[in-house]
Nanobody, 124 residues
Framework: QVQLVESGGGLVQAGGSLRLSCAASGRTFSRYAMGWFRQAPGKDREFVAAISWSGHNTYYTEFVKGRFTISRDSAKNTVDLQMNRLKSEDTAVYYC?????????????????WGQGTQVTVSS
């Protein structure tokens, strides 16, 4: 089992920045690919970003590429999402996710483990 707890959400003006963090506990964190998803009101949950277990490979949806950066710290068992130049359409609940198979996050969008989510609201 892997437990994931997100933090760092909040209210920010358009053009501003937020940094989300996900703390993982349980099984060996360093062997899990990690990712972030989001769900806006009335919409399906969508993939945002992912990072391989080694940290060498990162993936982003086209809607955040160049604005968001995913990173991980295996010593601290955390994965962060730095969000810059935020837009009103980034408003959503953001979920941390983990899976031993990176494709389950990036391709299938069905990771084994989910956090409880953290709200990000961008005011225009």
């Amino acid at each position: 089992q892997v437990q994931l707890v997100e933090s760092g959400g909040g209210l920010v003006q358009a053009g501003g920045s937020l940094r989300l963090s996900c703390a993982a506990s349980g099984r060996t964190f360093s062997r899990y690919a990690m990712g972030w998803f989001r769900q806006a009101p009335g919409k399906d949950r969508e993939f945002v970003a992912a990072i391989s277990w080694s940290g060498h490979n990162t993936y982003y949806t086209e809607f955040v590429k160049g604005r968001f950066t995913i990173s991980r710290d295996s010593a601290k068992n955390t994965v962060d999402l730095q969000m810059n130049r935020l837009k009103s359409e980034d408003t959503a609940v953001y979920y941390c996710a983990a899976d031993s198979d990176l494709s389950s996050i990036v391709v299938a969008g069905k990771p084994d483990y989910w956090g409880q989510g953290t709200q990000v609201t961008v005011s225009s």
